[in-house]
């Protein structure tokens, strides 16, 4: 039952240019989704987050939308640079006692230079 | 300053051994966790403690046991490893935010990757 979906596993795109993750959510109690970042051999890093009552949230090159009636959310990042590429997860959290994430499978992203 | 270490780093073991992986975090948050990343990729929770309490145990064998001897120390500790535990195990660390609103942004450790021959 996957409850946050990341339906694209690999994105490459020039250096410069936008890269677009996408992710897809079931669950309408999810309230906050954020997004990490993880090179290999390391941990997620946190990157943004965004709250259910947004639909816009922007930290520098990093821009995510949400969607709630589509239950769709996106990571922009413009512009795209080589240091970027990394393996890009959405997660999703509901308020109510738990502090539990739900991960997405991931997206690796490539920009190549 | 590792913010989330946890030891060792790659972990080779034979079917039916009992092994641990410790996990430190030196940031003063009040709620720890370990996720599983399997072969498949997914990061999905095992437990979570808060201020040394089981808060969460998303149906995991009782193979595996956490323990936390004070806040800022989760250990995990598997019996009988069987092929299916390997995986790389992450802990992280994270403030208790369920009565204060706001995201609940976890900090990771760098992995721990079992490998049960």
């Known amino acids: 039952d996957q409850q946050v979906k990341q339906n694209s596993p690999s994105l490459s795109v020039q250096e410069g240019r936008i890269s677009i993750l996408n992710c897809d959510y079931t669950n309408s109690m999810f309230d906050y989704f954020l997004w990490y970042k993880k090179y290999p051999a390391e941990g997620p890093t946190f990157l943004i987050s965004?709250?259910?009552?947004?639909d816009k949230n922007e930290d520098g090159r990093f821009t995510v939308f949400l969607n709630k009636s589509a239950k769709h959310l996106s990571l922009h990042i413009v512009p795209s640079q080589p240091g970027d590429s990394a393996v890009y997860f959405c997660a999703a959290s509901a308020q109510g006692g738990s502090e539990k994430l739900v991960f997405g499978k991931g997206t690796k992203l490539t920009v190549n230079p | 300053d590792t913010a989330v270490s946890q030891t060792p780093k790659y972990l080779v073991t034979q079917m039916g051994n009992d092994k641990s992986i410790k996990c430190e975090q030196n940031l003063g948050h009040d709620t720890m966790y370990w996720y599983k990343q399997d072969s498949k990729k997914f990061l999905k929770i095992m437990f979570s403690?808060?201020?040394?309490?089981?808060?969460i145990n998303e149906t995991v064998p009782n193979r595996f046991s956490p323990k936390s001897p004070d806040k800022a120390h989760l250990n995990l500790h598997i019996n009988s490893l069987e092929l299916g535990d390997s995986a790389v195990y992450f802990c992280?660390?994270?403030?208790?935010?369920?009565?204060?609103?706001?995201?609940?942004?976890?900090?990771f450790g760098a992995g721990s990757r079992l490998t049960v021959l």
């Open positions: 992280a660390s994270s403030q208790a935010l369920a009565f204060l609103g706001g995201a609940n942004v976890l900090t």
């Open positions: 403690y808060n201020n040394k309490e089981l808060i």
């Open positions: 965004i709250s259910s009552i947004k």
